[in-house]
């Protein structure tokens, strides 16, 4: 009798703790709201709280960024700079002008254009349309873009960049393809396409090329399946639920003559008719806001696992090396050390990085308005955290 009281106990116990725990579940799941009320999905901030780093850790690490900072840029420079990990703000600095004729300095909150750290965003916008069944990555673009003159080329194809198309930048400016009196965009790149019968540069999926086109063509396609213009969707989709309120993607319309200007190393302003041309670059935003993306990502209502897999899998294997590109990211693949991932940017006098160090949660945004090469320095602080076999800081390693 006493052992079936025992036994009978730990039953309820057992209930009530699934009990419990379905509950938690539930709460939990109602605080994730994946698709807003047009239908978009969206990408909320992350509801779990990343692990407390220790206050000695994150100085020691605040102390030895800081000096590489001050080795690499100086009073000269203009820059926003970040590093962070598990959401926690390690070092930041900001420095320079964001309009050097009207002394604007560049601040915290000062949006700067990021470049091709722009096609993070923009294919994370196209994943999270996959992942709520709106696209598939084998769909041909042409399903989207009837006057689209590549049959082969599909979604996963411009994601990658092995659709074979040429850079737009390029063919619309040989031959009079193009008046550059006109600002080019994104639906003029098709018609050029098809009308002056630019040929591929390679027979798509046969080889990787990273091409501007690519993602000049993905943000048409966010704009045909959520029925708003890529600017909007991208704000619906990611800027506003994450409360990203530096970030923006230019328009010429609203935004010529009040951002953040772009300066050759010389301090000349650089302008041209290209661009008005979206998705593959022109958003503007901060490293504070990036950095809310960047943290977003870690939440399971992101995207599903195996979706996110293909994200972070090679694509480019024509050849042995460790250079390799996934799904809207570069990779670095060594033989000994951990997989680095990144993107680097440049337009104009613009410059950007963007260093994700999946392991150990470490993220690093680096962006100028005043050309230079400098930003791209940022991967020496990689081996501070992890194994990454790069020249670091001391001046030690590859």
Known sequence: ??????????????????????????????????????????????????????????????????????????????????????????????????????????????????????????????????????????????????????????????????????????????????????????????????????????????????????YAMLALIIEKVTKLKYPEALKEMIFKPLGMTHTFVYETSKHKGNVSLSYKGNMDLAVEYLDGVYGDKNIYSTPRDLLKFDVARYSPSYLNPELLKKVYHGYSNEKKGKRNYGLGIRMLEFEEGEPFYYHNGWWHGNTSCYIYLKKEKVTMFVISNKYTHKTYKTKQLAPLFGDYPFKTIEGKGE
Not at 65 to 94: P, R, T
């Open 1 to 214: 009798m006493k052992k079936r009281i025992i036994l009978y106990s730990l039953l309820l116990i057992s209930i009530g703790t699934s009990f419990t725990a379905c509950k938690k579940k539930e709460r939990i799941a109602e605080k994730v709201v994946k698709v807003n009320e047009n239908g978009l999905p969206v990408l909320n901030p992350l509801q779990e709280v990343m692990p407390t780093l220790d206050p000695n850790y994150c100085n020691d690490k605040k102390l030895r960024i800081d000096a590489f900072f001050h080795k690499v840029w100086n009073k000269e420079d203009n820059v926003s700079f970040l590093v962070a990990q598990n959401g926690q703000v390690l070092y930041e600095n900001y420095n320079g002008f964001a309009n050097r004729s009207k002394k604007e300095l560049i601040t915290a909150d000062t949006p700067l254009h990021i470049a091709s750290v722009t096609k993070v965003l923009t294919s994370a916008a196209v994943l999270m349309l996959v992942d709520a069944g709106k696209i598939k990555l084998e769909q041909k673009v042409t399903e989207f873009l009837p006057d689209f003159p590549y049959p082969d080329v599909t979604v996963l194809t411009l994601l990658n960049h092995r659709s074979g198309m040429k850079n737009y930048a390029y063919f619309t400016y040989d031959d009079g393809n193009w008046d550059r009196k006109k600002e080019l965009s994104n639906q003029d790149i098709i018609s050029v396409m098809k009308d002056k019968n630019i040929p591929l540069e390679s027979k798509t999926d046969t080889r990787f090329g990273y091409c501007n086109t690519n």
